[in-house]
T-cell receptor, first 117, second 111 residues
């Protein structure tokens, strides 16, 4: 079974530039998550999708971050414009996402390491 | 908001010694999950605990969920160099809520 795919693996940009990350979840997984992991910290949820609808985006800095999952499969996360403090690994995860289950296991992709100079 | 704290942040052990990491939540949890992240890697799911007082074992790893469902621990017996990595707990308040990760405990094992 193929895992969660992410691209690019690495990205270096200058502050105020824009960047986009792509994620393809495990086939059949309804729920998709984007996390931000700053060096030395645990992953922080940015946004959670159930199919193509947003379940939780309370921690997404909406003035500069946006995400979409138009067809309920793959997803893109965009930062525009980037700031120095956005330097982090952006992890995508997916889960089966059966409605109402509290025991969903999340499977993480390899992440995109973003460096903002 | 919900906070999940882990201690210690770092732990150096000699190979063969035991290791324990502790996880505490500011609120009662419906379940807690544990993940391992190798250096340069991504988090990998280890186990999930749901019931109050639950204890689960995976070979040398023992996971516990507190009676009040506000704390948890992971204990590794006789560590090996392959145990190196950061161990994260992640808790959920109830169904549909987001998973909140702790800051992790980085384990280093000296051969």
């Amino acid at each position: 079974e193929a895992g969660v795919a992410q691209s690019p693996r690495y990205k270096i940009i200058e502050k105020r530039q824009s960047v986009a990350f792509w994620c393809n979840p495990i086939s059949g997984h309804a729920t998709l998550y984007w996390y931000q992991q700053i060096l030395g910290q645990g992953p922080k949820l940015l946004i959670q999708f159930q199919n193509n609808g947003v379940v939780d985006d309370s921690q997404l800095p909406k003035d500069r971050f946006s995400a979409e999952r138009l067809k309920g499969v793959d997803s893109t996360l965009k930062i525009q414009p980037a700031k120095l403090e956005d330097s982090a690994v952006y992890l995508c995860a997916s889960s089966l996402g059966t409605s109402g289950r509290i025991t969903d296991t999340q499977y993480f992709g390899p992440g995109t390491r973003l460096t903002v100079l | 908001g919900q906070q999940v704290m882990q201690i210690p942040q770092y732990q150096h052990v000699q190979e063969g010694e035991d290791f324990t990491t502790y996880c505490n939540s500011s609120t009662t949890l419906s379940n807690i999950q544990w993940y391992k992240q190798r250096p340069g890697g991504h988090p990998v799911f280890l186990i999930q605990l749901v019931k109050s007082g639950e204890v689960k074992k995976q070979k040398r790893l023992t996971f516990q969920f507190g009676e009040a469902k506000k704390n948890s621990s992971l204990h590794i017996t006789a560590t090996q160099t392959t145990d190196v990595g950061t161990y994260f707990c992640a808790g959920r308040i109830n169904a549909g809520n987001m998973l909140t990760f702790g800051g992790g405990t980085r384990l280093m094992v000296k051969p």
